[in-house]
């Protein structure tokens, strides 16, 4: 299972929807869902180079660290600059039933897609029953 606690996204989210502004531009936006038994989470990082990005588990704690740089060189005179640079964090909180060893990360079209397998130990799997001869002898 895949856990999500950032209260301060959250908050952020509320506010926007209150005041009906926007606070600031979400840096990773994330969908994540569940296939058979894979996790699947997508972060949308258009524009980043897939050398900037840096994913690191520790503790079931998943982070994902990527940098995006200004597309202008440093000559040119910016007119519009708001799709937001520098460096960007987000993590994810891993539940104990998933495969941290077996996490699978693909990059294209400016979208970061981790495959997380469910761990075999959490896997649902038949237990077999044994039982002694149920005739009963009698000695005559």
Same mark, same amino acid.
């Given at each position: 299972?895949?856990?999500?606690?950032?209260?301060?996204?959250?908050?952020? #989210?509320?506010?926007?929807?209150?005041?009906?502004?926007?606070?600031?531009?979400?840096?990773?936006?994330?969908?994540?869902? #569940?296939?058979?038994?894979?996790? %699947?989470?997508?972060?949308?990082?258009?524009?980043?180079?897939?050398?900037?990005?840096?994913?690191?588990?520790?503790?079931? %704690?998943?982070? %994902?660290?990527? +940098?995006?740089?200004?597309?202008?060189? +440093?000559?040119?005179? %910016?007119?519009?600059?708001?799709?937001?640079?520098?460096?960007?964090?987000?993590?994810?909180?891993? @539940?104990?039933?998933?495969?941290?060893?077996?996490?699978?990360?693909?990059?294209?079209? @400016?979208?970061?897609?981790?495959?997380?397998?469910?761990?075999?130990?959490?896997?649902?799997?038949?237990?077999?029953?044994?039982?002694?001869?149920?005739?009963?002898?009698?000695?005559?």
């Amino acid at each position: 299972m895949l856990m999500r606690t950032d209260p301060f996204r959250e908050l952020d #989210r509320l506010t926007q929807q209150l005041l009906g502004t926007a606070a600031r531009p979400t840096a990773m936006p994330l969908d994540a869902f #569940r296939t058979g038994d894979t996790f %699947v989470v997508e972060l949308d990082l258009p524009g980043v180079e897939p050398e900037s990005i840096d994913l690191d588990v520790e503790r079931n %704690v998943l982070t %994902v660290k990527a +940098e995006r740089r200004p597309s202008a060189d +440093e000559n040119a005179e %910016v007119v519009i600059a708001e799709r937001p640079t520098g460096f960007f964090s987000r993590q994810l909180f891993l @539940g104990e039933t998933l495969d941290t060893e077996r996490i699978d990360a693909s990059y294209e079209a @400016g979208v970061l897609r981790l495959r997380i397998p469910v761990a075999e130990q959490a896997k649902p799997r038949k237990i077999a029953i044994s039982g002694g001869d149920s005739r009963k002898q009698i000695s005559g």
